[in-house]
């Protein structure tokens, strides 16, 4: 099933904080006990003299994202998962969570990103109006022949991800102080 759909089944989403390194078995029990869960995943690839490794790391780092109400209700989670979990945060505007959410299945299945002309410099502030993340904001990282590394953050966790937007897709922002 297609992450994006999963995401719009639920009704209201949290974000689980779970112990270092356990987002993947987390989010295997909260499977296994009918939770809907998103765990959003980048493939780091490493190479060391001659051998290629690649490896399937979350976006952000010790959270898992499950339907809110499905997880307080499981009655089928195992006591040994529920002390994998330090906390559940619920988020205050839900629906901006689940459109953030929503934003980072589409740039994660799209996963090619690229850029044109945006007219500006390292550390302006840019929205993106355009493609899977419309509506985001971002920062210009990195500036490449044709090209712009954005950072994108998504503003509930405080995490941030980096993606390669096409530069007709951008357009200048007011910072927000």
């Not at 719009?8 to 270092?20: P, Y």
């Not at 790391?57 to 809110?68: A, D, I, K, T």
């Not at 990195?142 to 509930?156: A, D, M, Q």
């Amino acid at each position: 099933m297609d992450e994006s759909t999963i995401i719009d089944d639920v009704g209201r989403w949290a974000a689980l904080r779970t112990a270092a390194r356990w987002e993947k078995a987390v989010t295997e029990q909260l499977t296994a006990a009918g939770v809907p869960v998103f765990l959003p995943l980048l493939t780091r690839v490493s190479r060391t003299k001659s051998k290629t490794q690649t490896a399937q790391l979350p976006v952000f780092p010790g959270y898992v994202f499950c339907g809110e109400r499905e997880y307080r209700d499981c009655a089928r989670l195992p006591p040994s998962c529920r002390k994998l979990i330090a906390q559940l945060l619920c988020a205050p505007d839900p629906d901006q969570l689940k459109d953030e959410l929503r934003s980072v299945a589409e740039l994660l299945a799209n996963r090619q990103l690229l850029q044109e002309r945006v007219y500006g410099v390292i550390g302006d502030t840019v929205r993106i109006v355009g493609g899977p993340l419309a509506g985001s904001l971002g920062t210009i990282l990195r500036l490449k022949p044709g090209t712009r590394r954005v950072l994108i953050e998504v503003s509930f966790l405080g995490a941030r991800i980096e993606a390669t937007v096409e530069e007709r897709f951008l357009e200048k922002a007011v910072p927000i102080a």
